[in-house]
T-cell receptor, first 113, second 110 residues
Framework: DGGITQSPKYLFRKEGQNVTLSCEQN?????MYWYRQDPGQGLRLIYY???????QKGDIAEGYSVSREKKESFPLTVTSAQKNPTAFYLC????????????FGPGTRLTVT | LAKTTQPISMDSYEGQEVNITCSHN???????ITWYQQFPSQGPRFIIQ???TKVTNEVASLFIPADRKSSTLSLPRVSLSDTAVYYC???????????FGQGTTLQVKP
C-alpha cells in the first residue's frame, strides 16, 4: 500500500515539553509539507521541503522545527516556544514532476495542557 | 502567491448541481488552480486542477475564464456524502507551495 502515514493519531503533552510528530511516505515523492489546522479554519503552511537536506519556512514556522534527512521522512518538532500548539497537524507529499496534487496523511491531533 | 476568496458556506439539495466560485485576482502567469475536498478530521483530498478553459474528470468540472481571475468548481448531482469543505488554491509552479484559504463549507440536504 502506497501512502503517507502519520503517527500517532492523538498526542497529549504537557506545556513546556517538545514533541515530535512523525510523517513517512512511500510514494517516492520529492516534496513534503507540514500544515496546521485549527477548528473551523483552513490549513496553514508550517514548513515544506522539496529535496533531502533542504527545507523552507511556511507562513507560521515560529516555534516549529523540521528535518529532512531521508526522502521518505519529514518529522516535525513542536517546541516549547510555540505559544498555542494544540491543533490538528497534517503532513502531505507531492511529486514535483507532476501536477499540484498533494497527498495528505490522516493527521495528528496534538493537545497540550 | 495569489490570495483566493470564496464563499464561506453554501447549501444545496441532493441531486442538484453545485457551483462554487473562487476569485484570485492576482494570479501569476505560471500559477495553476487546484481544488481540494476535506471531511472533518481528515486530510484534504485533491479534486481537480486546471490552468485555463475547462477541465473535467470523473467527479467535477473546473471552469476558468480567459483572464483567469476566477474559477468555478462544478459538482454534478451532489449527494449527502459531498457535504464537506472545499478549498480553492493557487499554486506556484516553482515552489509547489500551496496556500489554503478558509474554504467553502458545502451542506447537502436530503
Amino acid at each position: 500500500d502506497g501512502g503517507i502515514t502519520q503517527s500517532p493519531k492523538y498526542l497529549f503533552r504537557k506545556e513546556g515539553q517538545n514533541v515530535t510528530l512523525s510523517c513517512e511516505q512511500n510514494l517516492n515523492h520529492d516534496a513534503m509539507y507540514w500544515y496546521r489546522q485549527d477548528p473551523g479554519q483552513g490549513l496553514r503552511l508550517i514548513y515544506y521541503s522539496q529535496i533531502v537536506n533542504d527545507f523552507q519556512k511556511g507562513d507560521i514556522a515560529e516555534g516549529y522545527s523540521v528535518s529532512r534527512e531521508k526522502k521518505e521522512s519529514f518529522p516535525l518538532t513542536v517546541t516549547s516556544a510555540q505559544k498555542n500548539p494544540t491543533a490538528f497537524y497534517l503532513c502531505a507529499s507531492r511529486a514535483l514532476t507532476s501536477s499540484y496534487e498533494q497527498y495528505f496523511g490522516p493527521g495528528t491531533r496534538l493537545t497540550v495542557t | 502567491l495569489a490570495k483566493t476568496t470564496q464563499p464561506i458556506s453554501m447549501d444545496s439539495y441532493e441531486g442538484q448541481e453545485v457551483n462554487i466560485t473562487c476569485s484570485h485576482n492576482n494570479i501569476a502567469t505560471n500559477d495553476y488552480i487546484t481544488w481540494y475536498q476535506q471531511f472533518p478530521s481528515q486530510g484534504p483530498r485533491f479534486i481537480i486542477q486546471g490552468y485555463k478553459t475547462k477541465v473535467t474528470n470523473e467527479v467535477a468540472s473546473l471552469f476558468i475564464p480567459a483572464d483567469r481571475k476566477s474559477s468555478t468548481l462544478s459538482l454534478p448531482r451532489v449527494s449527502l456524502s459531498d457535504t464537506a469543505v472545499y478549498y480553492c488554491l493557487v499554486g506556484s509552479s516553482n515552489t509547489g507551495k500551496l496556500i489554503f484559504g478558509q474554504g467553502t463549507t458545502l451542506q447537502v440536504k436530503p
